[in-house]
């Protein structure tokens, strides 16, 4: 701690919190954003994790779902979405959510991550039927599905409203929501980006009804397009807010942004620099969080193990099957074994657990990992 205090005496203060597990505000993370000192701040999160999580970290055997890419809101970050008419745009039918799941069980697979486009003709019980019938076939398999975006676009389809259609939901098999759909909840951001969603408050809205009716969600936050280091800050800052509120937030999953075949350019990706600070800070900044995943998928397994030292402690998943970020051009592999997450985590030189969807270890290492 003496070298850090040495070496930057402007954020001492921001240091000292870190070490005794204070609060940082939202001006200690925009100086956080500023300094360059990369191995400071992980550092600094580090201390934040190992204080949450000690040596551990976490991956579970999961798999993606994605029933449709017909989409009308059309996101200009988005190279998923298809017009109704398009070629290549697609719907799954109920029979085969069913027989794709089905070759899945013998996996092992403990989640589901179940999301789609906001197709203009499916009707709700296409949803609520896909969910019961999942419910019935595997009555092991934690189903989290629809984002919030979703699940504000199935409100409108079953007129039940935001509350009754997610007791309606539950009541099918829905277990959990997943982060994504948050992007990075600014109004001039959002406007420039994805107009036609939702509005950032929505998002957050539903989040806290879902967390009052007892479902958990995770919230992500898309960076790396044309957001500042201020949209970024008052992104975490009010997840943070609304996480004092309900503790509904099992994990944070920062979302490294992929431009190839999207409307958004950006002269150049987001470096391994900004990614390994991006998850430090909000390791250190969401205090009320207690999981940060590092996804693979987007980061590349090689960015994801070293984010273990950076504050993360969850790989998330297996997934075998990735088409968002596949679409907008990442290069990673679709699919991940389980013993390559066992040994990313293990060469991490930490202790890694499996875990079903709501980190309930059911699997741990008999021998000590390896350093
Ligand atoms: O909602 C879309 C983002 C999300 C691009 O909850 C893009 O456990 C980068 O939400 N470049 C889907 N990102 C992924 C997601 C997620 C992933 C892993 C775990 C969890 C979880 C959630 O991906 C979308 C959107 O925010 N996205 N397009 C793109 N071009």
Known sequence: MDYWRQNHPELSDIAAKAAGGARLSTADARRLFECNDLPFIGYLANLARNRLNGDDAYFVVNRHLNYSNVCENRCLFCAFFRAPQAADAYVMTLPEIFAAVDQYQSAGVRELHIVGGLHPELPYEYYRDML?????????IHLKAFTMVEIDHLSTLSGLGIRETLRDLKAAGLNSIPGGGAEIFSADVRQQLCPNKISGKRWLDIARIAHQEGIPSNATMLYGHLESIEHRVDHLDRLRVLQDETGGFLSFVPLAFHAAHTSVSVPFPTTGCDDLKTLAISRLFLDNVPHIKAYWIMLGPKIAQIALSFGADDLDGT??????????????????????????????????LERDALYNVVWRPEKTPVS
Do not use: C, N, Y
């Open 319 to 352: 997934i075998m099957e990735e088409k968002i970020t596949h679409s907008a051009g990442a290069r990673t592999a679709q699919a991940m074994t389980r013993d390559e997450l066992v040994h990313l985590i293990r060469s991490a030189g930490r202790i890694p």
């Open 132 to 140: 019961a019938g999942l419910r019935r076939r595997f009555p092991e």
